[in-house]
C-alpha cells in the first residue's frame, strides 16, 4: 500500500488511531519490560547495602 503523502501515511484510511495506538501501547510495553527490571535491580542493591551497614555497625 502506498500514500500519496505523509498526512494520509499518519491517518491511513481512517485505521491511523488504531495503528498508531496499537505501536504506542507495544511501546510502552517493551519499554516497561526493561525499565522494570532495572529498577527492581537497584532497588535491591540499595537494600542489601542497607543490610550490610546495619549489620557491620552491630
Same mark, same amino acid.
Given at each position: 500500500?502506498?500514500?500519496?503523502?505523509?498526512?494520509?501515511?499518519? =491517518?491511513?484510511?481512517?485505521?491511523?488511531?488504531?495503528? $498508531?495506538? %496499537?505501536?504506542?501501547?507495544? !511501546?510502552? =510495553?517493551?519499554?516497561?519490560?526493561?525499565?522494570?527490571? $532495572?529498577? %527492581?535491580?537497584?532497588?535491591? !542493591?540499595?537494600?542489601?547495602?542497607?543490610?550490610?551497614?546495619?549489620?557491620?555497625?552491630?
Amino acid at each position: 500500500m502506498s500514500f500519496a503523502s505523509f498526512p494520509e501515511f499518519i =491517518v491511513m484510511g481512517h485505521h491511523g488511531l488504531y495503528v $498508531w495506538s %496499537a505501536y504506542g501501547i507495544c !511501546l510502552l =510495553v517493551l519499554a516497561i519490560n526493561v525499565v522494570a527490571p $532495572w529498577r %527492581a535491580r537497584r532497588r535491591y !542493591l540499595q537494600e542489601e547495602a542497607r543490610r550490610l551497614r546495619r549489620e557491620s555497625t552491630s
